[in-house]
């Protein structure tokens, strides 16, 4: 059984800079695309961006795209996610969640996180 557990979010200042990260127990993550999504109070969960098994294909929503960095090691069994430039529209939880063979989706996923809190605030 594959678990997922979200860290790195806090509060930070419009602007700055936070890093997530998405550790895994239990099974190794090299076979599993990894996902970031977010939920802000009020909204649908969207998806934030992608990462392939390799780490060599990614992808990333339009809102984040040139801010935000998805990487993964393997050897750590852990995605991140950097965020840089954060304005308030990305104060949302943050999780992360994997699939195999294909990225996941808000709807289809084979394991999830729990997630962690990213306030944008000055």
């Known amino acids: 059984q594959l678990q997922l557990v979200e860290s790195g979010g806090g509060l930070v200042q419009p602007g700055g800079s936070l890093r997530l990260s998405c550790a895994a127990s239990?099974?190794?993550?090299?076979?599993?695309?990894i996902g970031w999504f977010r939920q802000a109070p009020g909204k649908d969960r969207e998806g934030v961006s992608c990462?392939?098994?390799?780490?060599?294909?990614?992808t990333y929503a339009n809102s984040v795209k040139g801010r935000f960095t998805i990487s993964r090691d393997n050897a750590k069994n852990t995605v991140y996610l950097q965020m840089n430039f954060l304005k308030p529209d990305d104060t949302a939880v943050y999780y992360c969640?994997?699939?195999?063979?294909?990225?996941?989706?808000?709807?289809?996923?084979?394991?999830r996180g729990q997630g962690t809190q990213v306030t944008v605030s000055s």
């Open positions: 969640a994997a699939r195999r063979y294909t990225c996941p989706s808000v709807l289809a996923y084979a394991y």
């Open positions: 239990g099974v190794t993550l090299d076979y599993y695309e």
């Open positions: 990462i392939s098994s390799s780490g060599g294909s990614t």
